[in-house]
């Protein structure tokens, strides 16, 4: 059973209709690229996954997300240990106003880490995973928001993967970064996906033909095609896939 | 020249002459302050009690500046106490759609409007109600209630300003409400939270009205909460409307010493919150 299954989960904002009766199984262990243009509900959809949406005092879900078979918006389910599960990697970095150290030493404590020796190497372990370790090691104790966009991205990878979630959900991580950053953080994403599930939103088409082994392709708060990637850019079957990957729409 | 240069040029006089009238009213009153209390501008009227006189024609007004400092600071520390946690719940992700949290924004906007005489007389009723008199007790709750919109919705607005990103990163580690607003917000808004303390310390030691009926006056520092106390507006207040010109001139000096004590507030406040910000994300 996959860790994240969707069974007709829709959402609204206000009286607004951002995702229509969506069903799908996300793969685990590999990187799920949900595609499509602007406005089509993919942040949403990410989102839904750890409860983020409700945040937003008017948003409204219906439907079901099962995360290791359990429906996360059923009365009894702990958000926090949810939210463990799901790592998130927004579009711009969002370093915490703390130092680097603590950033990524921030989930661990908030799930009860205490010990000094403990927060150490897990801060190294996470900094290694992440590809930043070797250009933070003398700083550690230093703001985050002093370091490069590319670094502070990266910092928030760490962040994420310091709580071990199984999935990391990705909204189109890469967008605010120089193409080399862009590269680091994609090669991150190919050596994560032996261990983790990771989705990532992106509305660059070539990001997700190099990155995905699965794909979601959405279109006006639908989901209109799901499969692995190459099928879908080979030979897509809907005629908005079609047209997308042609690049008629963007 | 064209009608639109003529425009251009006529709109860039404006701008210009609305800010020269912005810092030339600042400059102005200082200089009209500084000029009628030069005579009476001595180091003895800051290190003094009043002596000789009902409203000491000798000595100083420190009973004015440490009864200013006895009500304001207080009164800064509990604003704050209660407008933190308000502001907290203000933001979207604790407001949800609560009616009662939406109109409390609307209430410190009222609240923020109602002048001080107001609060003045609120506190008066209460103090007789619960049978005590002018004190420096009473005062600190009036100077409070006075300082509280303000400080509660400039710290609002600084918390609004947080990244919704930036909160979502935070409760993706999945940090709680508590955890994010104590260790994540708090710590972003830290300029913001001391700019608007001290927004709203320079109101309430600028205030008389609330403190008339509320602190009463004294010409001497009070050793206990339960005691009159002095401030400097009502110094000023009290010896401006003497008709003695000597007087007087202390009057603008007791307004003078105010007038420094808030320019240094907001310019510590800005330096302050410049310092601050280098650390937050932006």
Redesign the interface.
């Known amino acids: 059973m996959p860790h994240v299954q969707v069974r007709s989960l829709s959402v609204w904002y206000g009286s607004a209709q951002v995702l229509k009766d969506i069903t799908v199984d996300i793969p685990d262990r590999q990187i799920t690229c949900i595609i499509g243009p602007s406005g089509c509900g993919k942040t949403t959809l990410l989102?839904s996954l750890?409860r983020?949406l409700e945040?937003?005092?008017?948003a409204r879900v219906s439907g079901k997300v099962l995360v290791d078979g359990e429906d996360i918006y059923a009365d009894h389910v702990d958000v926090?240990?949810?939210?463990?599960k799901?790592?998130?990697l927004?579009?711009?970095p969002?370093?915490?106003?703390?130092s680097i150290y603590e950033n990524v030493a921030?989930?661990p404590r908030?799930?009860g880490m205490r010990a000094r020796k403990e927060l150490s190497s897990t801060v190294e372990h996470y900094l290694k995973a992440a590809g930043l370790w070797e250009e933070v090691k003398e700083r550690l104790h230093e703001?985050?928001?002093q370091l490069s966009v590319g670094q502070q991205q990266r910092l928030?990878l760490a962040?994420?993967l310091?709580?071990e979630p199984e999935v990391i959900?990705c909204d189109e991580p890469t967008a605010a970064l120089d193409p080399v950053s862009a590269q680091t953080i994609e090669r991150r994403f190919k050596e994560l996906s032996h261990d983790y599930t990771i989705l990532v939103v992106t509305h660059i088409l070539r990001q997700a033909k190099r990155l995905a082994h699965h794909v979601l392709f959405m279109y006006m708060g639908e989901l209109v095609e799901a499969g692995p990637a190459r099928q879908i850019f080979d030979s897509p079957a809907h005629p908005e896939t079609q047209a997308y990957i042609r690049g008629d729409i963007s | 020249m064209s009608w639109r240069h003529i425009e251009e040029r006529a709109f860039k006089g404006l701008m210009l002459f609305s800010t020269a009238l912005v810092v030339g009213s600042l400059l102005w009153i200082v200089a009209v302050v500084l000029w009628k209390g030069a005579g009476a501008l001595k180091l003895s009227m800051l290190v003094q009690m009043p002596r000789g006189g009902a409203y000491g024609d000798e000595g100083g007004i420190l009973n004015g500046i440490v009864g200013s400092m006895l009500l304001s600071l207080p009164a800064t520390v509990m604003a704050g106490l209660v407008a933190l946690p308000v502001c907290i719940i203000l933001q979207d992700e604790h407001a949800g759609r609560n009616p009662l949290i939406r109109t409390a924004r609307l209430s410190l906007d009222v609240l923020w409007g109602i002048p001080s005489i107001v609060y003045g007389a609120f506190g008066y009723t209460l103090m007789v109600y619960l049978g005590l008199r002018a004190s420096v007790l009473a005062g600190i709750i009036a100077i409070t209630f006075v300082q509280l919109p303000i400080v509660a919705r400039a710290i609002d607005e600084v918390m609004k300003a947080v990244p919704r990103e930036l909160k979502e990163a935070a409760y993706a580690t999945g940090a709680t409400r508590f955890e994010v607003a104590t260790r994540v917000v708090l710590r972003q808004c830290l300029p913001g939270i001391l700019t608007g303390l001290l927004l709203g310390f320079g109101r309430g030691i600028g205030d008389a009205a609330a403190l008339i009926f509320t602190a009463g006056y004294s010409d001497r520092i009070p050793g206990t909460l339960a005691e009159p106390v002095a401030s400097l507006p009502l110094t000023v207040f009290y010896l401006l409307g003497t008709p003695y010109p000597e007087t007087r001139a202390r009057a603008y000096a007791a307004a003078f010493v105010l007038l420094v004590i808030v320019l240094t507030v907001s310019v510590v406040s800005r330096f302050v919150a410049v310092r601050f910000r280098r650390s937050t994300v932006s």
């Open positions: 989102k750890n983020l945040l937003t005092p008017y926090v240990n949810l939210r463990k799901m790592g998130l927004s579009q711009k969002q370093p915490l106003p703390m921030f989930g908030v799930h703001p985050a928001a928030c962040r994420g310091a709580v959900l």
